[in-house]
């Protein structure tokens, strides 16, 4: 494998992980932008805008769009985060050449009036989906009471308020701002010539503006907080807690990882075996959540109600535990091996290098190897997890719940 990088005139910046081993290609398109970029009145508009490209532009219909993905066997979709909205597609290499033009015409959408007044019914009916899907729910509801008054609290999808009040001249306005050339990464990896691929970089993107590369970061501190959404009628209360974890940005994430693991892994965990085994809860999960300027430690528990406080009172104590003492050697050296499998297993597919490479260059400017990630995950040590529970400890700073409890117990290990 091969890596190569080109920035075009404009600030584009082209990069590649060519295998001629491969037997497909993946491509896609890495814009930064997301949720933390949008004001509270246009909260939505990043996964709105995202939807309104696939309605086409005046080369290509919505109808042409899916129309040319299916005739060529494409697995193709478009995500938003809190950070970044991407565009992608995987294909057989010899038909790099229409999948490309097509997903580089998506980045240049109409933005038809007429079709923004349709899709508008679409996201608020997918707002009322998520809201009825309580992990989601309280995911929100933690992100928006961690991170309150930062623009990483904003919720992905906006609310029925946002997006009804939306114009399709504010989206325009936001489009224009934020699909410049220079916040935007075009990745590939899998079965390609990089030569082709900046031709056809340089003919579809080149013309695309110029403009500034870096979004506004804001210094974050959590304000944490409990908050309650009540809903007597679920069977199952639904609880989220964040606490303070390493950025996007630090070497301490890869430790981070194994920590998640050996915690809060959903087989073979402490959480597994100390609440998921023993049958006290449905649910609980350690998750480990990386953004450019900060990161979260996002607990997840769903239990029945009347086993919520019981079963918070264990997650802390658990917690308390591991800052203290904190892993054994078996267990780092199971997560050692979770995580090399998940690594290698991800890389044997060209979709699954693109989101590594990515990632790499979008948050850190920088190319790795699956070897290099390899070595760094059996490198790590005890040491290494002591460090990061120093900087880092696991804990509570925030906690919500979703279900038919009207208010949380106190968290006394906070």
């Known amino acids: 494998m091969q890596f190569h990088q080109h920035t075009l005139d404009n600030g584009l910046d082209v990069i590649a992980e060519t295998n001629p081993r491969a037997h497909s290609v993946a491509l896609g398109f890495f814009v930064q932008t997301g949720a933390r970029d949008e004001s509270a009145d246009l909260s939505g508009v990043s996964h709105f805008l995202e939807h309104m490209a696939f309605k086409g532009n005046e080369r290509f219909s919505a109808e042409d ?75 929100d509801l933690a992100m928006q009471t961690h991170f309150d008054g930062h623009p990483l609290g904003r919720r992905i999808l906006g609310t029925t308020e946002s997006v009804s009040a939306l114009t399709a001249e504010e989206m325009r306005r936001y489009f224009c701002e934020h699909y410049r050339a220079p916040r935007m990464v075009l990745a590939a990896a899998g079965r390609l010539d990089w030569q082709t691929l900046l031709s ?139 995580v090399a499998t998940r690594i290698v297993l991800g890389a044997e597919r060209p979709m699954g290098r693109l989101s590594s490479v990515a990632a790499n260059w979008l948050y850190r400017r920088e190319y790795r190897t699956v070897e290099a990630d390899l070595e760094t995950v059996q490198s790590l040590t005890g040491d290494d997890l002591r460090a990061l529970l120093e900087r880092y400890p696991l804990g509570q700073t925030t906690t919500v719940g979703v279900g038919p409890l009207e208010a949380l117990p106190v968290d006394r290990h906070r």
């Open 65 to 139: 769009v899916n129309r040319i993905f299916d005739e060529v066997g494409a697995q193709y979709n478009a995500s938003t985060s809190e950070e970044v909205t991407v565009y992608y597609a995987a294909i057989l290499p010899e038909y790099l050449p229409q999948t490309f033009e097509l997903l580089a015409n998506l980045l240049r959408p109409a933005l038809r009036p007429e079709d923004f007044a349709v899709e508008q019914q679409v996201i608020l009916e997918e707002i009322g989906m998520y809201e009825d899907a309580p992990p989601f729910l309280a995911y």
């Open 200 to 338: 056809l970089a340089s003919r579809h993107c080149s013309a695309w503006p110029p403009g500034r590369r870096d979004r506004t970061l804001h210094e974050i501190h959590p304000a944490g907080g409990t908050a309650v959404i009540h809903r007597p009628a679920h069977l199952q209360q639904h609880v989220m807690q964040m606490a303070p974890a390493p950025p996007a940005t630090s070497s301490l994430r890869f430790a981070a990882d194994l920590l998640a693991v050996i915690v809060g892994d959903d087989s073979g965990s402490r959480l597994y075996w100390e609440l998921v085994d023993p049958g006290l809860a449905e649910a609980a999960e350690l998750n480990y959540n990386d953004y450019s300027d900060c990161g979260t430690w996002c607990t997840y528990l769903s239990c029945p109600p009347d086993a919520t406080a019981d079963n918070l009172r264990r997650i802390a104590e658990l917690y308390a535990a591991v800052n203290a003492e904190g892993v054994t050697e078996e267990e780092l050296d199971r997560a050692r091996n979770k």
